[in-house]
């Protein structure tokens, strides 16, 4: 039997023979070294670790700028982009601007169904209302170009603060930061927009320093006090967590694990059911992101920074209960989506076998443009192929959300087929990984026909992404708590430096099934009397696993917190099992 629907092969890493971490317990080595961390000063998180500011480009007419405006007393209006990157963004430049003496701060989120994603010229208008002097985007502006000339037509100068991909020209922006321009220094490109955010502020807090801004009644503030949002939107969007985003992450995890940490975070923990002691990143990208990020999916993401903002714990609580009720709206209409999509998928599949030729593209005008992007992930992660999933838009418009696997660069891919085909695609942005785009309905057919040609041309009958990276296996007397809780301070993990996963065989003692959807086990390590308890969730049928006695399974430790009593289990990502005889 098969926990997934194709086959997947679990290839363990390969390790160096050698590396400079002696000190360390022979497991947390081979874990380390399967990621590359070869020497101890790469696991120094401190925040002297982090690359100059001055190494991103644009920063100093950035720091210039913003600078006069803020002795000059300009009003300065934020455009925010309506994801939980875009929010905690928000929440970083307006507070910290505030903190660094600017009087004058507003922001404005553009809603995601009445003007899409950006600055566009559209939001430019609703602007007006605001008086704005300056312009910063935060999260998005870097194909704003038609927003940005709108802008600067009003006598508004704009400060453009991304990371997402350039394209062939940049927009006439009166400054630009994002580590991936051309000719960018910073040795980091995978950082978020809040990333970016905190760099631009930090290099701000040093120019307005050394103009004796600072001292009597205006203080030089603590801008490691915004690294609770950092934390939280570095880990929402999903951005390779290489050295720089570690330690950005690790000293927001620190913070909040230490109660210091904004209301409004601490309020969508205890909706969550999350105490703030032990929080790891998995929970603020499995637990916090989705609540914060549904306000931008089924409403407003004005209601998330809000909620990001308030001071108030009570006003916190009340606006985190709100977002926590969208979640659960969310959740419904996901399901009701994914199963649609796995109707599409069967029929397209008895037509052309589309899991071989290497992507999906979906559509149902029934579906939720604010959710297609979690529709994606799902089917990616179930079929282990590319996705875009297409709900309606406006002016007959189709709104997409891909999502991709090792080995393709989405985005790329996307660029490439708008230079083939012109006015296939309206417009696009993104990652390697993932991607938006808009197209005319009537391009459908033609779309999903070249998307699936030219992902099957990529991958080239490559399994990537249906392999399992695996840390080896472990010893059964490693199976414990202490393990477990080590390798959970050993982090942060996330995209790119992922959390460690084991392989090994099993004995199925006991099986039942919990929630539906997921199974819940007794183990035992084949050839030992040890048990350990075992959790897969999200499971297709997940009767037909209650006849199981053998299973071979890649899984993770994990620590199982139930009224104070913490234990280990292991938490299976996938799994081959025996069926018992009759």
């Known amino acids: 039997m098969l926990f997934h629907p194709r086959p997947r092969t679990i290839a363990r890493r390969a390790v160096p023979a050698k590396t400079e971490l002696a000190a360390l317990p022979e497991l947390l080595r081979r874990v ?45 209006l934020v455009i925010a982009d309506f994801d939980a990157d875009g929010a905690t963004s928000c929440a970083v430049a307006l507070q910290g601007l505030r ?75 009166d400054a630009i930061v994002n ?53 939280l939107g570095t880990v929402a969007d999903v951005v390779p967590f290489d050295f720089v985003n570690r330690i950005l992450v690790h000293q927001g995890l620190q913070r909040i694990r230490s109660g210091r940490v904004h209301p ?88 052309d076998t589309p899991l071989e030729r290497g992507g999906l593209c979906l559509f149902d005008e029934a579906w939720h443009a ?35 696997i090792p080995g393709l660069h989405i985005r790329d891919l996307l660029s490439d087929m708008a230079a083939a085909h012109p006015g296939l ?22 779309f999903r026909d070249c998307f699936g040609r030219m992902v099957g041309e990529r991958l080239g009958g490559t399994e990537e992404g249906l392999l399992l990276h695996s840390d080896g296996a472990l010893e059964p007397g490693q199976i414990d708590i202490g393990t477990a809780e080590s390798l959970r301070a050993a982090g942060p993990w996330g995209q790119a430096f992922p959390e460690p996963l084991f392989d090994g065989a099993f004995d199925v003692v006991e099986r039942a099934v919990v929630g539906a959807q997921h199974l819940k086990l007794q183990l035992r390590p084949t050839g030992t009397d040890r048990r350990v308890d075992a959790i897969a969730f999200f499971v297709d049928e997940p009767r037909q696993w209650l006849g199981v006695d053998r299973i071979t399974a890649a899984y993770r430790l994990d620590v199982n917190d139930f009224r104070g009593n913490r234990t280990v289990q292991l938490k299976i990502e996938y799994m081959e099992g025996t069926r018992t005889a009759g």
């Open 179 to 231: 580590p991936n321009l051309s000719g960018d220094a910073f040795p980091s490109k995978a950082m978020a927009g809040v990333g970016v955010m905190f760099y631009v502020l930090s290099a701000l807090r040093s120019r307005l320093r050394a103009t004796g801004w600072f001292g009597g009644s205006r203080p030089e503030p603590n801008l490691a006090e915004l690294l609770d949002y950092v934390a």
């Open 32 to 76: 380390y070294a399967g990621r590359r961390i070869m020497a101890a000063d790469e696991l120094d998180h401190s925040l002297a670790r982090l690359p100059s500011p001055r190494l991103l480009s644009g920063i100093d007419q950035a720091v210039s700028l913003l600078a006069d405006a803020i002795r000059a007393d300009r009003a300065l």
């Open 370 to 404: 604010g959710v297609v992007g979690l529709l994606a992930a799902r089917i990616k992660d179930r079929f282990h192929r590319p996705v875009i999933a297409f709900a309606e838009a406006a002016n007959g418009e189709l709104k997409g959300s891909a999502r991709s």
């Open 99 to 173: 903190a660094l003496g600017a009087r004058r701060v507003d922001f404005l989120v553009p809603n995601r169904f009445e003007f899409g994603y950006g600055l566009t010229p559209e939001i430019v208008q609703v602007a007006q209302s605001r008086q704005p002097d300056v312009l910063i985007t935060v999260d998005n502006g870097i194909s704003s170009h038609e927003g940005v000339r709108a802008a600067r037509d009003l006598g508004w100068q704009v400060v453009v603060t991304d990371h997402h991909l350039p394209g062939a020209t940049l927009p006439e922006a």
């Open 425 to 446: 695609i309206g417009r696009f942005g993104g990652h390697a990984m993932a991607a938006g785009l808009s197209i005319p309905r009537e391009h459908l057919d033609a």
């Open 264 to 351: 409004g975070i601490t309020a969508l923990l205890q909706v969550a059911g999350k105490t703030h002691t032990g929080l790891t990143a998995e929970d603020l990208g499995f637990a916090i992101a989705p609540r914060l990020n549904a306000a931008g999916r089924l409403e407003d993401m004005s209601l998330g920074i809000a909620c990001l903002l308030a001071n108030d714990k009570d006003e916190a609580l009340t606006l985190a209960t709100r977002l926590d009720e969208l979640n659960r709206q969310r959740k419904e209409i996901e399901r009701q989506m994914k199963e649609d999509a796995l109707v599409h998928v069967r029929r397209l599949d008895a037509i």
